[in-house]
């Protein structure tokens, strides 16, 4: 097994080690009967370590591609999937489908590594603020949306203010700077008014604004986690 992850380009083996990482993450801060929220979802892949980890728990998941959020119904009957996007606003939005490669779908069209074709389809978006389902308390949110994690945060400080839950979130360089998010703003969204602390998933940190614009242009990390400070 080792071997062969060592033949793998390493943006692979990075993304396996995240992958780990963050499964571990999961072990350490649920309970079995605790609430998640997975934002953009995709496949599915952290929700089914979610589900594993916390089967008692209420887990919704928000995934604006229309098949993939079918599958997803079908794949996890006990998790409420919403076909929609969270964002900052409410309503109907432009989304750029990559068709040979979903995952990298979003609000915005990018360069995307096989250079194919991109469908613009119209999805709904929701604040997470105002979409929360009552009685839902969660202890783990994950933010994987490609480059638009500035404008969840935004539409979502109210649940992070009231519930203080751990955030898992993607930030990188090739995905946020395509929004004009950058480093020392989503640093600031969490450590400001908010008083969380931003680590990567090895429990590397927590990083001053300095360090987090350093990895974000290095690209040596792009997957962190956010906790209450205390």
């Known amino acids: 097994m080792a071997a062969a992850r060592r033949r793998l380009p390493a943006h ?3 993304d396996i080690r995240d992958h780990e990482r963050l499964v571990g993450l999961l072990e350490e801060v649920l ?3 605790s609430d998640c929220l997975d934002i953009g979802a995709h496949e599915g892949a952290v929700l089914r ?3 594993r980890v916390a089967p008692g728990g209420r887990h919704v998941a928000w995934e604006p591609l229309p098949a993939f959020a079918r599958r997803l119904r079908a794949r996890f009957p006990g998790v409420e999937v919403r076909e929609a996007a969270l964002s900052d606003e409410t309503g109907e939005r432009a989304f750029a489908h990559v068709l040979d490669d979903p995952g990298w779908s979003g609000f915005r069209a990018r360069p995307t590594p096989g250079a194919g074709p991109v ?4 999805v709904r978006c929701e604040r997470l603020d105002d979409a929360l389902p009552g009685g839902v308390r969660p202890v783990l949110i994950k933010i994987d949306v490609e480059g638009a994690e500035e404008q969840v945060i935004v539409g979502a400080t109210e649940t992070l203010r009231r519930h203080r839950p751990v955030v898992l979130f993607e930030h990188g360089f090739g995905s946020a700077d395509h929004y004009g998010t950058t480093p020392n703003r989503m640093h600031e969204l969490f450590t400001g008014s908010l008083g969380y602390e931003i680590y990567g ?3 590397d940190g927590p990083y001053s604004a300095e360090r987090f614009a350093e990895i974000f242009a ?3 990390r792009v997957n962190f986690v956010a906790v209450p400070g205390g």
């Open 12 to 14: 692979l083996q990075a």
């Open 31 to 33: 309970e079995p009967d």
């Open 49 to 51: 370590e979610i589900v």
């Open 119 to 122: 469908e613009t389809i119209t």
């Open 201 to 203: 998933l090895d429990r």
């Open 218 to 220: 290095s690209g040596e």
